[in-house]
């Protein structure tokens, strides 16, 4: 059986949580993305952890 460290785990998992949420709730308060926004919620969810980091730095549109 795997012996997990949940020292250096549950850090990584928080940290995964927090960008997507944070990521979703900015996705809902903009008004325009480089894309479509149900792209970009598919992305956010499903793309671990580089998924919130790429809406971040490609979807937000610079006004």
Do not use: C, E
Request: glycine share 4%.
């Amino acid at each position: 059986m795997i012996d997990i460290n949940w020292a250096l785990v549950a850090p990584l998992i928080v940290i995964q949580i927090i960008l997507v949420i944070f990521a979703l709730i900015d996705l809902a308060r903009i008004h325009a993305t480089n894309g479509p926004k149900w792209l970009w919620v598919i992305v956010i969810l499903f793309v671990n952890t580089i998924g919130p980091i790429l809406y971040f730095i490609f979807g937000r549109k610079n006004s």
